[in-house]
């Protein structure tokens, strides 16, 4: 078998699109051995390399094959660096420069980004509604090979309080009894009777029901409250 080892910065593959490695091993035919060999420089730096592809066998002496590059730095720069939001969904981009393969990930799964590119770009951020009254914030990082990361946000404000109670009113006998009102919110609500003869449920957090105790109408007119 002959052996053949690439130094640091380079790779060797006998096909030429497929296979790259550091190391090769070639089974001869029959005692001969021709075959084309390629070259992949892929530096890990932008500095100069130089080294030898070795050739090792049993059978001969080593034979060695100078190789040399210039690596170039691999570079990362991605615009703007935040982006503020209003509560709708929709969608934000931010713009990449490189000069190699970059990936995007979000840690948040309100918001979906564009995974990966080549070179100069956009990451194209979509974002959820956010039907909570709170805002929140996530953090989309940005990854080249040997690069320090870039970290993006995006931050979404938080929806506006709305408040809905049904039905409006309610017409009850004079004897002692309990009504019930549903309230559909996103917040915090409270609730107060003007009237001393009917007790209600005092607060509630979003979707909710206020249940109104009234006291036995002895009267004969009829009694309101709001």
């Known amino acids: 078998d002959v052996v053949l080892t690439a130094p640091a910065g380079f790779e060797i593959s006998i096909s030429g699109s497929t296979g790259f490695k550091t190391t090769l091993t ?48 691999c570079l990362l720069e991605v615009t703007p660096s935040d982006w503020i939001v209003n509560s709708d969904a929709g969608f934000t981009l931010f713009a990449v420069i490189s000069n190699c393969l970059w990936t995007a990930e979000s ?17 194209t951020a979509n974002y959820r ?17 040997r690069v320090t990361p870039v970290e993006l946000a995006v931050t979404q404000q938080g929806a506006a309080c709305t408040l809905e109670v ?16 549903t309230v559909t919110s996103n917040c915090s609500w409270i609730a107060e009777s003007d009237a001393d003869w009917v007790a209600v449920t005092s607060s509630g957090e979003g979707n909710g029901t206020i249940t109104a105790n009234y006291a036995a109408n002895t009267n004969t007119c009829l009694l309101y409250t709001s």
């Open 26 to 73: 070639i089974k001869p035919y029959q005692g001969n051995l021709s075959i084309r060999i390629h070259v992949r420089f892929c530096p890990s730096e932008g500095t100069e390399y130089s080294g030898k592809i070795t050739h090792t066998s049993s059978e001969t002496d080593t034979v060695s094959l100078a190789v040399g590059g210039t690596g170039i730095a």
């Open 107 to 123: 840690n948040a799964d309100w918001v979906v980004v564009t995974s990966s590119g080549t070179g100069d770009g956009t990451i």
């Open 129 to 145: 509604a956010n039907t909570n009254t709170a805002q929140r914030t996530a953090i989309i990082t940005v990854t080249v090979d």
């Open 166 to 181: 049904t039905p409006a009113s309610q017409v009850v006998d004079s004897d002692t009894g309990t009504s019930t009102f």
